[in-house]
């Protein structure tokens, strides 16, 4: 085992692809990524869409190599159920090929308390709440944190020691106000000391980290906020007051999406500023994990740089990442680097494509993975998948609320270089893209035919049969604060 590589995958939250260089876009926000991607043995993806709209799904999917009606996890439109026991996963597959392994997210929706911890023998729940041991600690307790009952002096306590040490450049200052602190700089800290103890010894190691920015509310950490500063339509107190008022959890968030997010052109230019400024912070961790490993591996390393989801800004009148599976929400940026796979990179991919390459590389892979390999495979189409949609609390705030291309039911998305079709149980739409406004279902009758037989054959809604997950108070808590519950 000493020859099979090293794998660090890093999943950026909430990054569109639209938002970065690779995707074309005139501000600077990766460019520790666009490095990467420019390297040799690295291949940036063009074309790359999530299978699904928002982080159980994707991640679920991401682990399992397999799509959201074959898993489950947010088939019910809630994220409350748990990974069918039936499915393996990719760290429990690579733990028993002798990798050791490790995940660290900031999100409930990526725990154990939906399975998703499944193979992975250390796991790191991250928490900006005191219940935790968390971010809010700090401001209570402060350096004598490592001292306090409950909180041993581990990898997560070291680094939100050091979180302590450098709140007023890594993060809003000192505040109690949680929706001001992030766990990017903690993600970091602790991937590298876990990185640092297991190259101590000969085993390869799998790392799964999900970066938790750019997630709203976008409260960019004190040393980023020069980035983008001149560019802002109004300071950048009042942009983020602005960003905090937005997305004040579920209720408002849900309001304004019942309403059609009636926010004016230099308020979506300010959170959009802010969303950016949060990009370039996620960029700056990827920088550093990438540093440290190669620092203390022996170049054996695949590199896996991605986001679960992307991010609406309007786009049918929406915000956050809810309802709709637009290019806006499932076109996001990835880059491969280290496994040599010889792509052009403006092909069609996908993250299952992603789990089943890296497996087989590993000499791990498994018939329960719907990707391609990516060496030698490539595919015609892409499916991304939302759960049910509950309309009825959106018409309680507004009677009038737009549903034209909104499914109720659970919906798939095929999508081809040209064309995206969307078929729930009650209705079906054809976008020529990149206009996802306008129905042509009337002028490609041909093409509805051939996309619709891919879903027939794709997708199965009652593959999956799950338990129900369970989330601690601080879990759902903290889920509330992300704008799900």
């Not at 939906?114 to 968390?134: E, I, P, T, V």
């Not at 990185?195 to 799964?208: A, C, M, R």
């Not at 993975?369 to 509950?390: M, P």
Request: with cysteine; hydrophobic share 35%; glycine share 8%.
């Amino acid at each position: 085992m000493n020859d099979a590589p090293n794998v660090v995958w890093l999943t950026l939250e909430s990054v569109r692809a639209d938002h970065t260089p690779m995707g074309g876009y005139e501000r600077n926000t990766t460019p520790a990524i666009a490095q990467l991607a420019a390297e040799s043995d690295a291949t940036a993806f063009e074309n790359c869409f999530a299978h699904s709209m928002w982080t159980p799904a994707s991640s679920a999917s991401i682990l399992t190599g397999t799509y959201l009606s074959d898993h489950g996890v947010g088939k019910e439109g809630t994220g409350m159920r748990k990974l069918p026991p039936n499915l393996t996963t990719l760290p429990a597959l690579l733990s028993k090929q002798g990798y050791r392994t490790a995940c660290l997210s900031p999100n409930g929706y990526l725990s154990s308390a939906n399975g998703l911890d499944r193979g992975f023998q250390d796991f790191y729940w991250l928490s900006k709440n005191l219940a935790d041991g968390g971010v809010t600690d700090l401001m209570k307790y402060g350096l004598n944190l490592g001292s306090h009952e409950g909180s041993p002096l581990n990898e997560k306590t070291r680094g939100l020691l050091k979180y302590a040490l450098n709140v007023r450049s890594h993060g809003p200052g000192l505040t109690l106000d949680k929706d001001r602190h992030n766990l990017a700089y903690l993600t970091t800290d602790i991937a590298k000391q876990w990185v640092s103890n297991v190259t101590k010894g000969e085993d390869p190691f799998f790392l799964y980290a999900h970066v938790g920015n750019p997630h709203h509310p976008y409260c960019p950490p004190r040393r980023a906020r020069d980035r983008f500063r001149d560019e802002l339509p109004t300071s950048m107190e009042d942009a983020i007051d602005l960003s905090l008022e937005t997305y004040a959890g579920s209720d408002e968030i849900r309001r304004l999406n019942a309403n059609g997010s009636p926010l004016d052109d230099d308020q979506w230019d300010a959170i959009e500023t802010l969303y950016d400024t949060e990009i370039t912070y996620a960029d700056d961790c990827v920088r550093e994990i990438v540093n440290h490993v190669r620092a203390l591996d022996d170049g054996n390393t695949i590199f896996v740089v991605t986001a679960d989801h992307g991010e609406l800004f309007g786009e049918y009148g929406l915000v956050g990442h809810n309802l709709v599976l637009h290019d806006a929400l499932t076109h996001v940026p990835l880059v491969v680097a280290g496994a040599d796979l010889d792509c052009d990179g403006d092909e069609l991919v996908q993250h299952v494509d992603v789990t089943r390459t890296v497996a087989s590389i590993a000499g791990v892979d498994h018939e329960q993975f719907r990707g391609y390999d990516l060496r030698t495979e490539e595919r015609e189409y892409c499916l991304s998948q939302r759960g049910r949609a509950d309309f009825d609390e959106f018409f309680e705030i507004n009677p009038e609320f737009d549903t034209e291309f909104l499914h109720e039911h659970p919906v798939s998305a095929i999508r081809t270089h040209e064309f995206k079709y969307l078929e729930s149980a009650a209705d079906s739409h054809l976008f020529a893209l990149p206009d996802e406004t306008t129905d042509v279902s009337d002028d490609y009758p041909e093409v509805i035919e051939t996309l619709s037989s891919v879903a027939d054959e794709w997708v199965d809604w009652t593959a999956a049969e799950t338990d129900e997950a369970e989330f601690t108070d601080d879990m759902r808590e903290q889920l509330a604060d992300l704008g799900y519950l």
